[in-house]
């Protein structure tokens, strides 16, 4: 996968997965010690069932993260890797990024790892289906601080001056007829997102909004590009239009949809 996609290597996630799977599973056992005899003393029956589920919990957890490792070094998806990717998203990030917390490791290089793994799963089941519905999702700090257009309605609107980024991806949205629309914050990202309902979503963000929105979207497909912050958070932001074009590549939405 081209490496604007993977901002950071997959394999900081895998290992901080692996660890977070491993302590998801001590947890369980732990419990099970803890309660197995109690509840044996109360019925035999009741003791063994509950050693039923937490063996089954356990081993579905250990298979999904086996599953879904083999599935991000190998780029080969399956039904089941597609339907896991929630179970990471949802559940085992936030523990995921705890532990990485206890090893010290930056918080957002943690995330752009989780990001290229999502983009990679992402990308390799919309390019199987293809996509008819796309949203581009862009945070408002891509504009111009001072630009007084109102853009976040309708990004023609922009005069393309060249001073931000707007002014291209203007053009980029006429060119191939394109959906792009312009958050002034996540609520009313959720709100585009609900009457779009896209099939995939192509969406800039800081990590840390990008994380929320992935898991607020979930299971709809998002394929996230971290801005760049030349002069700091929230503030004249970019994205790379070239960028933005080679994803439609990579989806082959360029082709289907470029206007003669
Ligand atoms: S390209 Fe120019 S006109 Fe368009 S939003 Fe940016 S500053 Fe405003």
């Keep these: 996968m081209n490496n604007f996609l993977s901002p950071e290597k997959k394999r900081i996630f895998i290992f901080f997965l692996f660890c977070t799977s491993?302590?998801?599973?001590?947890?369980?056992?732990?419990?099970?010690?803890?309660?197995?005899?109690?509840?044996?003393?109360?019925?035999?029956?009741?003791?063994?069932?509950?050693t039923l589920i937490v063996a089954i919990v356990g081993i579905f957890l250990f298979l999904s993260t086996i599953i879904l490792v083999?599935?991000?070094?190998?780029?080969?998806?399956?039904?089941?890797?597609?339907k896991l990717r929630g179970?990471?998203?949802?559940?085992?990030?936030?523990?995921?990024?705890?532990?990485?917390?206890?090893?010290?490791?930056?918080?957002?290089?943690?995330?752009?790892?989780?990001?290229?793994?999502?983009?990679e799963l992402v990308l390799e089941s919309v390019r199987e289906k293809g996509v008819n519905n796309l949203l581009i999702l862009l945070p408002h700090c891509i504009q111009l601080e001072n630009c007084e257009l109102k853009i976040s309605h309708n990004i023609l609107n922009c005069k393309k001056c060249g001073r931000c980024d707007i002014g291209d991806l203007?053009?980029?949205?006429?060119?191939?007829?394109?959906?792009?629309?312009?958050?002034?914050?996540?609520?009313?990202?959720?709100?585009?997102?609900?009457?779009?309902?896209?099939?995939?979503?192509?969406?800039?963000?800081?990590?840390?909004?990008m994380l929320s929105g992935i898991q607020d979207t979930y299971p709809l497909p998002v394929i996230g590009?971290?801005?760049?912050?030349?002069?700091?958070?929230?503030?004249?932001?970019?994205?790379?239009?070239?960028f933005i074009e080679k994803t439609l590549e990579m989806i082959n939405y360029r082709r289907q949809h470029e206007r003669t």
Excluded: H
Excluded at 106 to 117: E, H, L, P, Q
Excluded at 198 to 208: M, N
């Design 87 to 119: 179970l990471v998203t949802k559940l085992l990030f936030p523990i995921v990024l705890k532990i990485a917390k206890l090893f010290k490791i930056d918080k957002d290089k943690v995330i752009r790892s989780f990001i290229a793994v999502n983009n």
């Design 225 to 242: 590009l971290i801005n760049e912050r030349p002069y700091g958070p929230c503030i004249n932001t970019r994205v790379s239009v070239a």
């Design 70 to 82: 083999f599935t991000m070094i190998s780029g080969k998806q399956s039904k089941l890797s597609i």
């Design 22 to 50: 491993l302590v998801v599973i001590s947890f369980i056992a732990f419990i099970w010690y803890i309660s197995y005899k109690g509840l044996g003393e109360i019925s035999s029956f009741l003791g063994l069932a509950f």
């Design 170 to 209: 203007a053009k980029l949205s006429e060119m191939y007829n394109l959906n792009i629309k312009v958050a002034t914050g996540g609520t009313i990202a959720r709100r585009i997102v609900k009457d779009t309902r896209p099939d995939l979503i192509i969406a800039v963000a800081c990590e840390r909004d």
